[in-house]
């Protein structure tokens, strides 16, 4: 019997892409199902990362230091995978952090479990291909136009992509995230 957790993971991933029974059973057995409290760190500059997240409910954030300032690169709401993804792909030392914001339910695998799953199972190729498909429309989306839009329209942009994220993470992210300070974001939400 598969818990509750892994199988809302495994809808996930059959989203993209239909899995055979093995393959199930395969992820199944290698899935790492914690509980966290806010604050919990998943990696952090300087630290490879091994593993791709499963966000099943709460929320997490990335950010990294600069000039000593934290800045919050993107925050997520659940149901989202989440890594370094520079650092996850490349098998690299991270520039960023991963910060639980909210008590979390995560998922994961690591990146040598993901290579094993591939090589055994091309429909989880499909989507690894799939899903950083999506992550890089994201990225393309939100970023190109930024650097020209007004603070009211950034903002507008946050909340078309992520539509409750005043609800999962503090103004001080949020303001970090659109790199405004927080007394413009709140003129803004005005």
């Not at 991933?13 to 966290?36: F, G, H, M, W």
Request: glycine residues 4%; aromatic residues 14%; proline residues 3%.
């Amino acid at each position: 019997m598969i818990d509750k957790p892994i199988i809302e993971f495994i809808n996930y991933i059959q989203q993209y892409t239909l899995l055979s029974k093995e393959a199930v059973n395969a992820i199944s057995s290698l899935v790492l199902y914690e509980t966290l409290e806010k604050g919990t760190l998943l990696n952090k500059e300087g630290k490879t990362c091994k593993r791709l997240y499963f966000l099943k409910s709460g929320s997490l954030r990335t950010y990294f230091y600069q000039n000593g300032k934290d800045i919050t690169h993107w925050v997520y709401p659940e149901n989202n995978v989440i890594t370094s993804w520079h650092s996850y792909i490349t098998q690299t030392p991270s520039k960023d952090y991963i910060e639980i914001i909210t008590p979390s339910e995560v998922i994961s695998l690591t990146y040598d479990q993901w290579q094993e799953l591939y090589t055994k199972f091309p429909e989880l190729e499909r989507f690894g291909r799939l899903l950083i498909e999506k992550e890089l429309a994201l990225i393309d989306d939100f970023y190109k136009g930024y650097y020209f839009l007004s603070a009211k329209e950034k903002y507008e942009l946050l909340v078309t992509a992520i539509p409750n994220i005043t609800q999962i993470a503090n103004l001080g992210h949020i303001a970090s995230m659109l790199g405004i300070s927080q007394e413009t974001l709140s003129r803004v939400r005005k």
